[in-house]
């Protein structure tokens, strides 16, 4: 196991240049204090646990202090918000601070949420609070244990810093693990605003780097396609099966892995209800546990969309039928 200051990175990301993201440094926040970490999720950078200990870690995940390799980012997405396309999102308080490569040949993100501002924060302060981000370490943790697949979380860190909510609470900042944060509204972004050579590289980038395998069959961006909608299926049963409700299954919340990403106002059915709402804004149940089958494919037959360059639109429509 290693120290803060011997991780391996590789941002691989970063490399594709600023059409894709746009270099950003943390707004630290005041006080920093380590809630709590997840010994079995800093593994996969291979992390000791009593690094967590350390001052030096709390300080890296609220912002104060940085990796020389590492190249905070925020990513440019757009996507289909509650079936509206939304054509420029991005992280808008979130900062992807680099990809670690670890002993067995994996590459992590490091995805700080709760940041600060950047150029996609639109109105927002670019906080994360304390509630919401124990929340999603919960969640995230407990997926993973589940079985389901999850991004992870590495660690809470709180602070003093106010913000501003329905009432006054404390800023904190959360450390997502996931060997991708790209999402169908990154590949959206590029096919709407019409720019075939980025939507090219990030498809290639996609394949190269998360589905290699597909590269060796005679129709790769088909098969890679195949893999995601079979990868979503496993992931939707799933949460159905364990009473999950996600809540926001907007396409830009859904990862290009078929992983559980972007946790908001989630919940657990408590007894079984198909009508479920967990999120009040869902003021028609789009969202619903029962819809979130149907929604899955409805995001799928976006994806589909962006990759038309690359795939036969008869072979994307058969493909999608594959879906339960």
């Known amino acids: 196991m290693k120290a803060l200051d011997e991780l391996t990175f590789d941002n691989r990301f970063a490399r594709l240049g600023d059409a894709f993201s746009t270099s950003v440094l943390p707004e630290p926040i005041d006080a920093p204090r380590l809630v709590v970490a997840s010994e079995s999720a800093l593994a996969l950078l291979d992390l000791a646990p009593e690094q967590a200990d350390l001052p030096l870690f709390a300080e890296i ?27 420029r999102l991005g992280d808008g308080r979130g900062l992807l601070l680099g990809e670690v490569y670890n002993d067995a040949g994996e590459h992590w993100d490091l995805h700080l949420k709760g940041a600060g501002r950047t150029p996609y924060s639109r109105m927002g302060d670019g906080r994360a609070v304390l509630r919401s981000s124990i929340r999603e370490f919960l969640a995230s943790e407990a997926l993973h244990a589940l079985g389901i697949p999850s991004s992870r979380a590495g660690c809470v860190v709180s602070s003093s810093t106010p913000v501003w909510r329905e009432t006054q609470e404390h800023a904190a900042m959360v450390l997502r693990l996931a060997q991708s944060h790209v999402r169908f509204g990154s590949l959206e972004y590029f096919f709407y605003t019409k720019q075939p050579e980025q939507l090219k590289t990030l498809a290639e980038h996609v394949l190269t780097m998360h589905y290699p395998h597909c590269q060796e069959q005679p129709e790769p961006y088909l098969a890679m396609f195949r893999e995601i909608v079979e990868r979503n299926a496993e992931l939707i ?6 009473g999950f409700c996600h809540g926001v299954m907007n396409t830009d919340n859904m990862s290009i892995l078929g992983i559980t990403f972007d946790f908001g106002p989630f ?19 789009r969202y619903s546990f029962s819809n979130q089958v149907p929604i899955a494919q409805w995001n ?24 339960p």
């Open 267 to 285: 919940a657990f059915l408590d007894d079984f209800d198909e009508h479920f709402i967990c999120n009040h804004s869902d003021h028609e149940g």
């Open 61 to 87: 995940f609220s912002g104060h202090k940085l990796w020389s390799e590492a190249e905070p980012r925020a990513m440019v997405y757009s996507g289909h918000q509650f079936g509206s396309y939304n054509p």
């Open 237 to 242: 049963a799933k949460w159905q099966a364990y």
């Open 300 to 323: 799928l037959s976006a994806l589909a969309q962006a990759l038309t360059p690359f795939i036969s639109v008869e072979a994307l429509r058969e493909t999608i039928g594959l879906f």
